[in-house]
């Protein structure tokens, strides 16, 4: 027993220091849990005083992205032009985004993706060790949830507080999201500097292609720039930096697997073009009286955020050959000293606007004097003469003459074409035909087609009466119109009173539809960036006119042998294969040159002059705009049906 009890006292003699040290050990591992513990509570404690007053990101399917709105034309093929705020952007699903532009951004941002929980610890690391390396913060160890959470909610401040929440915000995306929709979110929502926001924005912007149909190095290209989008800019002075960029993705690639070297070597050689940074504007007269209705319905800073695609009624290759033609035939009449023009081309069964002119360069490469725009210039680019008053000269008889046929006058009623004091002994108003001439009784058959002066000034004031005049001009669509029927008084069917191109071509579509009206349409649909229809045409023709009245203003004006006289027969508005109705006008002092001519299908007007209003060389309407109306009408017609007018039946 006593020899038990000494071995004992041996024993724990022996282990006594063993047992210090368990103890010590168990002590010190107790005072790390509690540690840790502590820190864990600290941090737990962090996050939930950070965390409370942080956006939610389940919500982040519902975060309004700004996007431009798109004016096409009808095709929706051609853009027109992209009003864009601060942010310029198109959404764009993941599924159209190439699998190699995918694994690029991976493969440089963020090569462990698809394994981490958006935090990635080994990054972080690695990102430390090179700034210490370095002695300063250049290494980035964000995941590209980190850099989605940083650009959707927060600052760029690099502050403790600010880790924080971004830490908490990408724990919680992941979460909430797959990869595959974090992926979708930071592709649409990345800066790529020049305004541009998202992948498909920057494709458009650098290489005008829709990011499905970009190659290899253009994608590479495109992640390259997501380093630092404004120090890279392709248009800036460190293209070569970004070149290199490019370059160093392609090895990452490589590097990742996702290609072989052959490959990015062969994209490394592949010469890039990028797209001129400038703002393209197409039918730009057009379009900005597009932007200004959108602008009155929906407000300017709507428009810039709103992401609307807005398709036209513009038919882009008959805008093409209008815009040829103009600039041509303005050049051509510089020898008249007419140094603009402007052309509209109108279906007028649904309103439609096919074309718009409003000037022969709107971008200003054709100034004929020295002249600061809108300082007395025989030539503006700007202002669209489509839409400004001119005085229409002789094109704004047909109204008169309609007047009069619809208070029971017709073709065959006699007028004497004579010299005539319209005036007084003391304030006489003695006006003159274009060639000086007066051929006596006349029907009004031949004074519409052969556009006589006196004859027309004896219809205003004997059968068609000044106020019912105006008023039917006013019913065709005429709105200019607004002073008291005295203040125009009988000069008015000589083109006394301003009108608007585009308003006159608009209601000559009323004799071409035999009496139906439609004001100019220029929009088709509106649709959100769902798809949806904001707006649509629903615009329906209203009848204005007697199918009769109309019919033989149409006979009137397309009968070659009743202005022969005075066009001849082989004149401009003359088209052996067709049946076209057509009207020419010359103002007083020749200011202004028109022709407006139609068949039941289109009608196109042509207005000729200087933005100053000052005269061109003594010619009439029918040589000043009735080349470029003539060589318009020769490339739409044969697209046309040959159709004729209804033959004039009370």
Known sequence: MLRRKNHYKIYRQ????????????????????????????????????????????????????????????????????????????????????????????????????????????????????????????????????????????????????????????????????????????????????????????????????????????????????????????????????????????????????????????????????????????????FMLYVKEILEKKYGAESLKEAGYKVYTTLNWEFQEWAEKIVKEGA?????????????VVIDPKTGEILAMVGSKDYFGESFPLNCTPGKDCLFDPHPNVAIYGRQPGSAFKPF?????????????????????????????????????????????????????????????????????????????GITTLTKSPSFYGLPLVLGGGETKLLEMTSAYGVFATRGLTIPPVAILKIEDPNGNIVEKNQKTPKRIASSYVTDLINSILSDNEARTPIFGSRSRLYFPDYQVAAKTGTTQDYRDGWVIGYTPSIVVGVWVGNNNNSSMLKEPGIVLAGSIWRNFMDKILPLYPKEKFNEPVK
């Open 331 to 343: 050049k051509a009449n510089e020898k008249y000293q007419a140094f603009n023009a402007s052309l």
């Open 400 to 476: 008169v003459y309609a007047t009069a046929f619809k208070n029971g006058y017709d073709d065959k009623t006699i007028v004497v074409d004579e010299e005539t004091n319209f005036g007084t002994p003391v304030n006489p108003y003695i006006p003159r035909n274009y060639d000086g001439l007066f051929r006596g009784p006349v029907t009004l058959r031949q004074a519409l087609a052969q556009s006589l002066n006196v004859p027309s000034i004896k219809v205003l004031k004997d059968f068609a009466g000044l106020k019912d005049s105006i008023q039917t001009a006013k019913n065709f």
């Open 14 to 285: 022996k282990l006594s220091p063993l047992t210090k040290k368990i103890k010590i050990l168990s002590f010190l591992l107790k005072s790390l849990v509690l540690i840790a513990f502590v820190i864990f509570s600290l941090f737990v404690l962090v996050l939930i005083y950070y965390a409370k007053d942080l956006p939610q990101p389940e919500k982040f399917t519902e975060k309004p992205f700004s996007q431009s709105t798109k004016i096409y034309d009808r095709s929706g093929k051609i853009l027109l032009y992209d009003i864009y705020g601060e942010e310029k952007r198109e959404l764009i699903s993941i599924s159209e985004v190439p699998a190699y532009l995918k694994q690029a951004i991976i493969a440089t941002e963020d090569a462990n993706f698809y394994h981490h929980f958006g935090i990635d610890p080994r990054s972080i690391i690695r990102a430390l060790l090179a700034d210490l390396k370095l002695r300063k913060a250049v290494q980035g160890g964000s995941t590209i949830t980190q850099q989605l959470i940083r650009s959707s909610f927060l600052t760029l401040e690099k502050t403790f507080e600010r880790k924080i929440k971004e830490i908490i915000l990408t724990l919680e995306m992941e979460r909430r999201y797959s990869k595959e929709q974090i992926l979708e979110f930071y592709l649409n929502q990345i800066p790529f500097g020049s305004n541009t926001y998202g992948i498909e924005a920057a494709s458009q912007t650098y290489f005008n292609k829709h990011v499905s149909e970009i190659s290899l190095p253009e994608a590479a290209l495109l992640t390259a720039l997501i380093k630092s989008p404004s120090y890279l800019s392709p248009y800036g002075p460190n293209k070569d930096e970004l070149l290199a960029r490019k370059d160093y993705v392609l090895d990452r690639m490589t590097d990742e697997g996702y290609i072989i070297k052959e490959k990015a070597e062969e994209a490394k050689k592949t010469e890039l073009t990028f797209t001129k940074p400038i703002q393209t504007i197409l039918a730009p007269h």
